[in-house]
């Protein structure tokens, strides 16, 4: 059993919908990731947060929008995508960002399609 | 600065086979290596992990790693290779001073045959 909790696991949403990812670890970690994924690629780092703070934004456009409610929880938001948007989008976390091996722990995954 | 390189995009080998996939890395500063396993529909799962210590690394499913300083390789082996093994594989290099951004190679499909 995953230790990331991802929902949901499938995610069908038109242009101009408005909806959200979320992500769960219970594992005490202070660093959560997300990641976007196309078929057959590695994982692109979209977002890092570090102590609930935004540390690393790899020049995400807007319309993806992080949110770190607390330590345990990631959300992304997502507003206006576009058909090339539709991927896996992976989040993971760690034990901290800085003085860690960088072993990453990874959820299932959601697949999101754009129409 | 790092990067990883995964010689062979594709390998297929048949049933009891030993499996090699191979891993190159680059790193400005010492290494963290990594191997990640991807199932089909699935999220990406820690296969082992070199830090520090023995260079000689075993991880889940009769898999290991040996880290070659000299070589900057990082290659993963199976004695003997089950139809469970079928799965992507993805290398990994992180480091003590950017442990945030792990840099991930281009992943290698392995293929058993029965």
């Known amino acids: 059993d995953t230790e990331v909790t991802q929902t949901p696991k499938h995610l069908v949403m038109g242009m101009t919908n408005k909806k959200s990812l979320k992500c769960e670890q219970h594992?005490?970690?202070?660093?959560m990731y997300w990641y976007k994924q196309k078929a057959k690629k590695p994982p692109e780092l979209m977002f890092v947060?570090?102590?609930?703070?935004?540390?690393i934004n790899e020049s995400v456009p807007s319309r993806f929008s992080p949110e770190c409610p607390n330590s345990s929880l990631l959300n992304l938001h997502l507003h206006a995508l576009q058909p090339e948007d539709s991927a896996l989008y992976l989040c993971a976390s760690s034990q901290e960002v800085t003085a860690s091996t960088g072993e990453l722990f990874f959820g299932e995954g959601s697949r999101l399609t754009v129409l | 600065a790092q990067s990883v390189t995964q010689l062979g995009s594709h390998v297929s080998v048949s049933e009891g086979a030993l499996v090699l996939l191979r891993c190159n890395y680059s790193s400005s500063v010492p290494p963290y290596l990594f191997w990640y396993v991807q199932y089909p529909n699935q999220g990406l799962q820690l296969l082992l992990k070199?830090?520090?210590?023995?260079?000689l690394v075993k991880g889940i499913n009769g898999f290991e790693a040996e880290f070659k300083k000299s070589e900057t390789s990082f290659h993963l082996t199976n004695p003997s290779a089950h139809m469970s093994d079928a799965a992507e594989y993805f290398c990994?290099?992180?480091?003590?001073?950017?442990?945030?951004?792990?840099?991930f190679g281009d992943g290698t499909t392995l293929t058993v045959k029965p």
């Open positions: 594992m005490g970690h202070r660093a």
């Open positions: 990994a290099v992180s480091s003590n001073t950017n442990a945030g951004k792990s840099t």
């Open positions: 947060y570090s102590y609930e703070k935004l540390s």
């Open positions: 070199y830090t520090t210590g023995a260079t």
